[in-house]
T-cell receptor
Framework: DQQVKQNSPSLSVQEGRISILNCDYT??????FLWYKKYPAEGPTFLIS?????DKNEDGRFTVFLNKSAKHLSLHIVPSQPGDSAVYFC???????????FGSGTKLNVKP | EAQVTQNPRYLITVTGKKLTVTCSQN?????MSWYRQDPGLGLRQIYY???????DKGDVPEGYKVSRKEKRNFPLILESPSPNQTSLYFC??????????????????FGEGSRLTVL
Protein backbone atom coordinates (compact mmCIF):
# COMPACT_ATOMS: atom_id res chain seq x y z
CA ASP A 1 0.00 0.00 0.00
CA GLN A 2 1.56 3.26 -1.13
CA GLN A 3 1.95 5.76 1.68
CA VAL A 4 2.72 8.60 -0.72
CA LYS A 5 0.41 9.13 -3.67
CA GLN A 6 0.53 11.32 -6.71
CA ASN A 7 -2.84 10.84 -8.34
CA SER A 8 -2.14 12.77 -11.52
CA PRO A 9 0.18 10.83 -13.84
CA SER A 10 0.54 13.81 -16.14
CA LEU A 11 -0.03 17.54 -16.35
CA SER A 12 0.20 19.90 -19.29
CA VAL A 13 0.49 23.68 -18.90
CA GLN A 14 1.31 26.62 -21.10
CA GLU A 15 4.64 28.38 -20.77
CA GLY A 16 4.39 31.29 -18.34
CA ARG A 17 1.42 29.87 -16.46
CA ILE A 18 1.44 28.21 -13.06
CA SER A 19 2.04 24.48 -12.67
CA ILE A 20 0.58 22.83 -9.57
CA LEU A 21 1.64 19.30 -8.75
CA ASN A 22 -0.10 17.51 -5.91
CA CYS A 23 0.89 14.81 -3.46
CA ASP A 24 -1.03 13.06 -0.69
CA TYR A 25 0.29 10.93 2.12
CA THR A 26 -1.29 8.59 4.62
CA UNK A 27 1.28 8.22 7.39
CA UNK A 28 0.84 10.94 10.03
CA UNK A 29 4.38 10.23 11.28
CA UNK A 30 5.91 11.80 8.17
CA UNK A 31 7.56 15.08 9.07
CA UNK A 32 9.88 15.79 6.17
CA PHE A 33 8.91 16.09 2.53
CA LEU A 34 10.87 16.59 -0.65
CA TRP A 35 10.32 17.03 -4.36
CA TYR A 36 12.61 15.53 -6.95
CA LYS A 37 12.75 16.25 -10.65
CA LYS A 38 13.72 13.65 -13.24
CA TYR A 39 14.65 14.12 -16.87
CA PRO A 40 14.73 11.14 -19.27
CA ALA A 41 17.89 9.04 -19.05
CA GLU A 42 18.99 10.83 -15.88
CA GLY A 43 18.63 10.14 -12.18
CA PRO A 44 16.24 12.19 -10.04
CA THR A 45 17.65 15.42 -8.66
CA PHE A 46 16.59 17.19 -5.51
CA LEU A 47 14.40 20.24 -6.06
CA ILE A 48 12.96 21.52 -2.79
CA SER A 49 12.01 20.29 0.65
CA UNK A 50 9.84 21.23 3.60
CA UNK A 51 9.69 20.08 7.19
CA UNK A 52 6.48 19.74 9.12
CA UNK A 53 7.21 22.79 11.27
CA UNK A 54 6.55 24.94 8.20
CA ASP A 55 3.62 25.22 5.86
CA LYS A 56 5.47 26.86 3.00
CA ASN A 57 8.95 26.89 1.55
CA GLU A 58 9.99 28.95 -1.42
CA ASP A 59 13.02 28.75 -3.70
CA GLY A 60 12.90 31.00 -6.72
CA ARG A 61 10.11 29.88 -9.02
CA PHE A 62 9.36 26.84 -6.88
CA THR A 63 7.17 26.84 -3.78
CA VAL A 64 6.07 23.85 -1.77
CA PHE A 65 2.99 24.06 0.43
CA LEU A 66 2.21 21.62 3.22
CA ASN A 67 -1.23 21.06 4.70
CA LYS A 68 -0.68 18.67 7.59
CA SER A 69 -4.32 18.35 8.55
CA ALA A 70 -5.20 17.24 5.02
CA LYS A 71 -1.97 15.22 4.65
CA HIS A 72 -1.38 17.02 1.39
CA LEU A 73 1.47 18.88 -0.20
CA SER A 74 1.77 20.69 -3.46
CA LEU A 75 4.53 22.09 -5.64
CA HIS A 76 3.88 25.35 -7.45
CA ILE A 77 6.06 26.43 -10.35
CA VAL A 78 5.60 30.04 -11.40
CA PRO A 79 6.15 30.90 -14.17
CA SER A 80 6.46 27.54 -15.86
CA GLN A 81 9.17 27.15 -18.49
CA PRO A 82 9.66 24.49 -21.19
CA GLY A 83 12.81 23.34 -19.34
CA ASP A 84 10.60 22.38 -16.40
CA SER A 85 9.15 19.53 -18.47
CA ALA A 86 10.12 16.44 -16.48
CA VAL A 87 8.73 13.84 -14.11
CA TYR A 88 8.29 15.13 -10.56
CA PHE A 89 8.36 12.80 -7.58
CA CYS A 90 7.33 13.71 -4.08
CA UNK A 91 8.90 11.86 -1.17
CA UNK A 92 8.34 11.70 2.57
CA UNK A 93 10.19 10.52 5.62
CA UNK A 94 10.25 10.75 9.40
CA UNK A 95 12.82 10.63 12.12
CA UNK A 96 14.39 7.17 12.40
CA UNK A 97 12.56 5.88 9.34
CA UNK A 98 15.89 5.57 7.50
CA UNK A 99 14.18 5.76 4.17
CA UNK A 100 12.15 7.92 1.85
CA UNK A 101 8.77 6.88 0.57
CA PHE A 102 8.21 8.04 -3.00
CA GLY A 103 5.10 8.75 -4.97
CA SER A 104 4.57 7.37 -8.46
CA GLY A 105 5.47 10.65 -10.15
CA THR A 106 3.72 13.27 -12.29
CA LYS A 107 4.95 13.99 -15.78
CA LEU A 108 4.82 17.73 -16.43
CA ASN A 109 4.77 19.06 -19.97
CA VAL A 110 5.22 22.80 -20.38
CA LYS A 111 4.20 23.87 -23.85
CA PRO A 112 5.96 26.81 -25.52
CA GLU B 1 32.82 16.37 -9.45
CA ALA B 2 30.50 14.96 -6.80
CA GLN B 3 28.62 12.04 -8.24
CA VAL B 4 27.08 8.62 -7.90
CA THR B 5 28.22 6.27 -10.65
CA GLN B 6 26.36 3.13 -11.68
CA ASN B 7 27.42 0.43 -14.11
CA PRO B 8 26.24 -0.92 -16.40
CA ARG B 9 23.79 1.69 -17.64
CA TYR B 10 22.01 -0.83 -19.85
CA LEU B 11 21.96 -4.60 -19.67
CA ILE B 12 19.98 -7.36 -21.32
CA THR B 13 20.40 -10.74 -19.72
CA VAL B 14 18.65 -14.09 -19.44
CA THR B 15 16.83 -15.72 -16.57
CA GLY B 16 19.13 -17.23 -13.98
CA LYS B 17 22.38 -15.62 -15.05
CA LYS B 18 23.88 -13.89 -12.02
CA LEU B 19 24.66 -10.22 -12.44
CA THR B 20 25.96 -7.33 -10.38
CA VAL B 21 25.18 -3.65 -10.77
CA THR B 22 27.92 -1.55 -9.26
CA CYS B 23 27.43 1.75 -7.48
CA SER B 24 30.11 4.10 -6.29
CA GLN B 25 29.92 7.55 -4.69
CA ASN B 26 32.75 10.03 -4.16
CA UNK B 27 31.08 12.25 -1.54
CA UNK B 28 32.00 10.26 1.57
CA UNK B 29 28.32 9.67 2.24
CA UNK B 30 27.39 7.28 5.00
CA UNK B 31 23.96 6.35 3.67
CA MET B 32 23.41 4.49 0.38
CA SER B 33 20.33 2.93 -1.09
CA TRP B 34 18.99 1.09 -4.12
CA TYR B 35 15.64 1.82 -5.75
CA ARG B 36 13.75 0.38 -8.67
CA GLN B 37 11.40 2.44 -10.78
CA ASP B 38 8.42 0.79 -12.43
CA PRO B 39 5.52 2.41 -14.30
CA GLY B 40 2.76 3.52 -11.96
CA LEU B 41 4.72 2.47 -8.88
CA GLY B 42 7.31 5.19 -8.60
CA LEU B 43 10.55 4.55 -6.80
CA ARG B 44 10.58 1.61 -4.43
CA GLN B 45 13.44 0.94 -2.09
CA ILE B 46 15.21 -2.41 -2.42
CA TYR B 47 17.97 -2.22 0.19
CA TYR B 48 19.75 0.48 2.10
CA UNK B 49 22.95 0.85 4.10
CA UNK B 50 23.53 3.17 7.03
CA UNK B 51 27.31 2.62 6.98
CA UNK B 52 30.01 0.09 6.17
CA UNK B 53 28.88 -3.46 6.95
CA UNK B 54 25.40 -2.21 7.93
CA UNK B 55 22.67 -3.09 5.44
CA ASP B 56 18.93 -3.57 5.74
CA LYS B 57 15.96 -4.52 3.61
CA GLY B 58 13.74 -1.96 1.98
CA ASP B 59 10.26 -2.55 0.61
CA VAL B 60 11.08 -4.96 -2.22
CA PRO B 61 14.23 -6.93 -1.28
CA GLU B 62 13.21 -10.34 -2.66
CA GLY B 63 15.64 -11.63 -5.26
CA TYR B 64 18.36 -9.10 -4.45
CA LYS B 65 21.47 -8.98 -2.31
CA VAL B 66 23.77 -6.13 -1.40
CA SER B 67 27.07 -5.62 0.36
CA ARG B 68 28.84 -2.62 1.86
CA LYS B 69 32.46 -3.53 2.38
CA GLU B 70 33.70 -0.03 1.64
CA LYS B 71 32.05 3.30 2.30
CA ARG B 72 32.04 4.36 -1.34
CA ASN B 73 30.68 1.17 -2.94
CA PHE B 74 27.28 -0.47 -2.68
CA PRO B 75 26.79 -3.17 -5.34
CA LEU B 76 23.40 -4.71 -6.09
CA ILE B 77 23.51 -8.43 -6.80
CA LEU B 78 20.87 -10.44 -8.62
CA GLU B 79 21.81 -14.07 -7.93
CA SER B 80 19.22 -15.57 -10.27
CA PRO B 81 17.46 -12.83 -12.22
CA SER B 82 13.87 -13.32 -13.31
CA PRO B 83 11.75 -11.37 -15.81
CA ASN B 84 9.90 -9.56 -13.00
CA GLN B 85 13.20 -7.89 -12.14
CA THR B 86 13.16 -6.09 -15.46
CA SER B 87 13.23 -2.49 -14.31
CA LEU B 88 15.11 0.77 -14.07
CA TYR B 89 17.42 0.77 -11.08
CA PHE B 90 18.81 3.75 -9.21
CA CYS B 91 21.53 3.92 -6.62
CA UNK B 92 21.44 6.89 -4.24
CA UNK B 93 23.49 8.28 -1.39
CA UNK B 94 23.20 10.97 1.23
CA UNK B 95 25.36 12.37 3.98
CA UNK B 96 22.72 11.58 6.59
CA UNK B 97 20.05 8.90 6.55
CA UNK B 98 16.60 10.12 5.53
CA UNK B 99 14.51 11.28 8.41
CA UNK B 100 16.86 13.91 9.71
CA UNK B 101 15.16 16.75 7.89
CA UNK B 102 15.00 18.92 10.95
CA UNK B 103 18.78 19.12 11.14
CA UNK B 104 19.85 18.81 7.54
CA UNK B 105 18.47 18.84 4.05
CA UNK B 106 19.17 15.12 3.88
CA UNK B 107 18.36 14.86 0.20
CA UNK B 108 19.45 11.88 -1.83
CA UNK B 109 21.94 12.08 -4.68
CA PHE B 110 21.02 9.63 -7.40
CA GLY B 111 23.03 7.87 -10.05
CA GLU B 112 21.93 8.03 -13.67
CA GLY B 113 20.16 4.70 -13.54
CA SER B 114 20.68 1.18 -14.88
CA ARG B 115 18.07 -0.24 -17.21
CA LEU B 116 17.94 -3.99 -16.80
CA THR B 117 16.02 -6.37 -19.02
CA VAL B 118 15.72 -10.03 -18.04
CA LEU B 119 14.53 -12.33 -20.83
Amino acid sequence: DQQVKQNSPSLSVQEGRISILNCDYTNSMFDYFLWYKKYPAEGPTFLISISSIKDKNEDGRFTVFLNKSAKHLSLHIVPSQPGDSAVYFCAASANNFNKFYFGSGTKLNVKP
Amino acid sequence: EAQVTQNPRYLITVTGKKLTVTCSQNMNHEYMSWYRQDPGLGLRQIYYSMNVEVTDKGDVPEGYKVSRKEKRNFPLILESPSPNQTSLYFCASSIFPPGTGLTSTGELFFGEGSRLTVL
